[in-house]
């Protein structure tokens, strides 16, 4: 089974739908046994990062999702959710991330070519960084994904696992170990990203 975290933040029923399209059991919970008891985490995100770590901490699944990812459970944090995986955020201050993932979260405005639309919204393409993810085994380097942003992952070259051009190198996938980030919507790029969360349903 795998666990959705559902802490009032992002688009939990189209995540929740495409697990179910692909014929996988997720469900979305905010019960701290039913996490434990789950194989794999997905730690969804939309917004602000500071609102958003704020509820997270204040639910009490800041703590368990830092626990079971340390105990070696397949944890994929997506867009916002990614971000929270860093040290810490630039967003608007200085805030506190969960640390799973070396990095940072910085604003694309003053990084990316003076011009471009912030937030990026849209499709990118993907170019693979080291070996091959265990997240991309089913696509190809140069398939499309859906991305909704304006602050990016920095500072994470050694977790980097894909990239995409959007006026500069933007991280568009991490990962450390168990612990996987993706800064587009799996769930909202069509066949490739179902085939992304196929893979990690494998790892």
Not at 24 to 35: G, M, N, Q
Request: net charge negative; proline share 2%.
């Amino acid at each position: 089974m795998i666990a959705i975290i559902d802490y009032g933040v992002g688009n939990l029923f189209s995540l929740a739908s495409s697990f179910a399209y692909i014929g996988k059991d997720a469900r979305l919970t905010s019960d701290v046994d039913e996490i434990r008891r789950a194989d794999r985490i997905i730690l969804p995100g939309v917004g602000a990062f500071e609102d958003a770590a704020a509820k997270l901490r204040e639910s009490g699944l800041a703590d368990i999702v830092i626990e079971e990812a340390r105990s070696g459970k397949p944890l994929l944090g997506i867009c916002l959710g990614m971000q929270m995986l860093f040290e810490k955020s630039y967003e608007y201050g200085e805030h506190k991330g969960l640390s799973l993932i070396k990095g940072s979260v910085k604003p694309m405005k003053g990084y990316i070519t003076e011009g471009l639309k912030i937030p990026q919204i849209g499709w990118n393409s993907l170019s693979f960084h080291g070996e091959k993810s265990k997240l991309f085994k089913y696509i190809n380097e140069g398939d499309f994904v859906y991305f909704v942003h304006s602050f990016y992952g920095a500072d994470c070259e050694d977790s980097l696992i894909a990239s995409t051009e959007y006026g500069g190198r933007i991280a568009a996938a991490v990962a450390s170990g168990n612990v996987y980030g993706t800064q587009f919507h799996p769930e909202k790029s069509g066949e490739v990203g179902l085939s992304i969360l196929r893979a990690f349903c494998e790892i």
